[in-house]
């Protein structure tokens, strides 16, 4: 049910509108382990949707090589799965039939239909299986995308910045259902985020990336024990190290205790 | 104590269902029972002025014998526009009695109490200047028992070339419709044909289908199937044009979301870029639709042996301008009512729209 995942010497090279060539990643080796949760953050440019694109196979490198349990990556396949930032939904399918469509578009609908409602109830959406994506909330919709993505039983689901979009009390609520439906699963995952907190709350280990050329600065592991406290002194000091590693700890001097 | 208990709750649920039912219904009130009187005094009154007012202008009301169930009817004309009349005033209260079981049907029936007193007035006064004093122009606006007359006269004639109009119709929009979406998926998907097809549609696309008229006569065997042409040309480019629209809008994070979760080209062509493009098409469609009426009944005056746009023609050679009006009346009904179908199915296949789109 998971998947290792190993990139090295990963380039990838744009051309931007003026001609200029742009390195958006430069020189990427990871290793991802089986069943772990990891996070990309970094500001903005530094490569970390490149990467992740990547991987999907919805993007190819120049150089360099990324493979999946010792397989070349070539291209999307099923086996991994993925969670886009936001409105990704079909919107003239029903929230049952979008939660569907992975099972109809690989032939199994027949064959797995249970699974559906199953799907719906573990993301906690009974009830709201005949409405279309833009009657229900964004959080609603992100839980929709993320049942979606699962139901094809991928062995790693990429998630790019799926809770970005969201206000803070539902993206809490959210993160907790992630890691419930992780630990239910043992799926890799790999998510792409800018908040410090998120990753933290969420990663076994967080890749820190910064930008010109994108590139992998840092690896932390988070060693805290699950369930974590937002609150905790741990939380607090690992959450200083990464702000003081982007230079923002003098422009934050105090962390802030919202929630 | 313990049947107490046990009737509590069911009586609870009784009462909650009854309160509910009064929400959905509500209090009939006064003001429907006076927009219902409304609604058909305005034809009452026609029949009224149809009966009583002097008859002052000369007019020979013929009579015309009616088969029906094996027997014969004499009906005189005016009797026959009586008939009618009553027949809506009849129809309207009639749908009226049904709406009283719904608050938002009878909502919607009082707001149109007005409209349809008016069309009742309009009618009365339209037959006073038609017939009882002939103050309009004559013969070029007769009165309504005279627009019946081409009905009881021409009946079976009439009915012929409505259905000779709807065959036209059928076949040409259909063909179009099904050539316009076609084309269109084929020059929204591939750049290469959108490279040499769409710039062809976008001139081609301005003319007015009449105007291929004198080919489509000559160089297609009859003229069914020419007129057939002129409409599927009209429909065809609108739609496809429409549709290759809709096709290129799809926003690229769907095919990608699509493919990640297991499809292929065809899953992506047929399960996300047609949906993503039924609105395009349907305002194709809807666009295509007027333009085909407009064709369907040139192309009649102007070369087909049949036809509703035929039957105005040769009624107008012979000044019988009361033939005309009633080929009119059949056109905005039938009209209206192939875009109201096309409206529902529109209404249906867009349901997920519902609430996103102002109306």
């Known amino acids: ?95 049952e039939k979008n939660i569907a469509y992975g099972l109809r578009a690989r032939g199994v609908y027949k064959k797995d239909r249970q699974k559906v409602g199953e799907y719906i109830k573990m993301v906690g959406l009974d009830g709201f299986e005949g409405a279309y994506p833009h009657q229900i909330s964004g959080g609603m919709a992100q839980r929709v995308a993320i049942a979606r993505a699962l139901i094809n039983d991928p062995k790693a689901l990429l998630l790019d910045e799926p809770m970005g979009a969201l206000d803070s009390f539902t993206r809490s609520d959210l993160q907790d259902k992630l890691l419930e439906l992780w630990q239910q699963n043992g799926t890799t995952m790999i998510l792409v985020t800018h908040d410090i907190d998120e990753a933290i709350y969420l990663s076994d280990r967080i890749v820190i990336m910064t930008p010109r050329p994108g590139k992998i600065s840092r690896i932390i592991d988070v060693d805290l024990p699950r369930p974590r406290q937002r609150g905790s002194g741990d939380f607090l000091s690992l959450r200083r190290e990464i702000l003081e590693f982007f230079e923002l700890a003098q422009a934050i001097p105090q962390p802030e205790y919202t929630i | 104590m313990s049947t107490q208990t046990a009737v509590l709750p069911a009586a609870r649920k009784k009462e909650s269902a009854a309160v509910k039912d009064e929400k959905k219904t509500g209090r009939i009130d006064k003001r429907y029972i006076l927009s219902l009187i409304l609604t058909i005094s305005g034809f009452i009154i026609a029949i009224g002025v149809n009966i009583f007012f002097p008859q002052k202008a000369e007019v020979v009301f013929k009579e015309y014998i009616i088969t029906a169930f094996g027997l014969a009817f004499h009906l005189n004309i005016n009797d026959a526009y009586i008939f009618v009349v009553a027949a809506l005033a009849l129809g309207f209260f009639i749908s009226g009695l049904i709406a009283i079981k719904d608050k938002d049907s009878r909502r919607k029936y009082s707001r149109k109490a007005y409209f349809r007193f008016a069309l009742g007035i309009a009618l009365a ?112 480019f609108q739609i496809a044009f429409l549709t290759a629209q809709g096709i290129q809008s799809v926003p690229k994070q769907s095919y990608e979301a699509a493919r990640i979760l297991g499809s292929g080209q065809a899953d992506l062509i047929l399960h996300v870029a047609i949906p993503h493009a039924m609105p395009d098409i349907f305002t194709g469609i809807g666009s295509a639709n007027a333009m085909a009426f407009t064709t369907l009944v040139m192309s009649e005056m102007l070369g087909q042996p049949g036809g509703l746009g035929y039957y105005i023609n040769q009624s107008k050679v012979w000044s019988a301008y009361y033939k005309v009006l009633a080929a009119i009346v059949i056109m905005a009904v039938l009209f209206s009512l192939i875009n109201h179908i096309i409206g529902r199915i529109q209404k249906h296949t867009l349901r997920w729209q519902e609430g996103v789109v102002k109306k």
């Not at chain 1, 090295?8 to 990643?25: F, M, P």
């Not at chain 2, 038609?130 to 013969?139: D, V």
């Not at chain 2, 316009?180 to 290469?192: C, E, S």
């Open chain 2, 125 to 236: 006064v339209w037959d006073i200047g038609g017939t009882k004093l002939q103050l309009f122009a004559q013969p070029f606006f007769p009165g309504p028992a005279q627009v019946i007359e081409a009905y009881l006269a021409d009946n079976e004639y009439i009915i012929q070339n409505t259905l000779y109009s709807l065959r036209l119709y059928a076949a040409g929009f259909s063909c179009g419709v099904l050539l316009g979406v076609g084309t269109g998926i084929l020059i929204g998907w591939f750049p290469k044909v959108y490279y040499w097809v769409f710039p062809v549609l976008k001139i081609t696309g301005v003319v007015p289908a009449v105007a291929w008229m004198p080919f489509a006569l000559t160089l297609l065997p009859n003229s069914f199937t020419a007129a057939v042409f002129l409409i599927v040309i009209c429909a065809w």
């Open chain 1, 1 to 95: 049910m998971s998947s290792s995942i190993s990139i090295q010497g990963v380039n990838r090279i744009y051309t931007d509108t003026d001609g200029k060539a742009v390195e958006a990643l430069k020189g990427i080796d990871l290793d991802i382990r089986p069943g772990e949760f990891i996070s990309l953050i970094g500001p903005s440019g530094c490569g970390k949707t490149t990467l992740l694109r990547l991987i999907a196979g919805l993007d190819k490198p120049q150089a360099g090589q990324l493979d999946i349990d010792g397989k070349k990556i070539s291209g999307v396949d099923t086996d991994r799965g993925y969670v886009f930032q936001q409105g990704s939904l079909f919107p003239w399918l029903t929230i």
